[in-house]
């Protein structure tokens, strides 16, 4: 089992910055792919950046790439998510996932182990 906790969210202005985390606990990540995802009210969740837990392979929503930054730090388990130049379209709650492959990493519905998720909200 692996348990992935997220906090970081928070309120604030767009252009602003928030860091988010996600710790993971329960068995070792070796050969996953861990992954934020985001859903906002009325929407579907949507991909938002994949990393692998092994090596330094980053994937990014077209919507977030060149604002959004993924990274891991394998001491610390624990999966960071850098969001700048925040505007009101990146309101949603954030979750965290994990799977033991690397295949369909953008498809939600893949993904072994959710976090509880973190709210960002972003006021224009």
């Known amino acids: 089992q692996v348990q992935l906790v997220e906090s970081g969210g928070g309120l604030v202005q767009a252009g602003g910055s928030l860091k988010l985390s996600c710790t993971t606990s329960?068995?070792?990540?070796?050969?996953?792919?861990v992954s934020w995802f985001r859903q906002a009210p009325g929407k579907e969740r949507e991909f938002v950046a994949k990393?692998?837990?092994?090596?330094?392979?980053?994937v990014y929503a077209p919507s977030v790439r060149g604002r959004f930054t993924i990274s891991r730090d394998n001491a610390k388990n624990t999966i960071y998510l850098q969001m700048n130049s925040l505007k009101p379209e990146d309101t949603a709650i954030y979750y965290c996932?994990?799977?033991?492959?690397?295949?369909?990493?953008?498809?939600?519905?893949?993904?072994?182990?959710w976090g509880q998720g973190t709210q960002v909200t972003v006021s224009s």
């Open positions: 329960g068995r070792t990540l070796s050969n996953y792919a």
């Open positions: 996932a994990a799977k033991n492959e690397y295949r369909d990493y953008a498809l939600a519905s893949s993904y072994n182990y």
């Open positions: 990393i692998l837990w092994t090596e330094d392979s980053t």
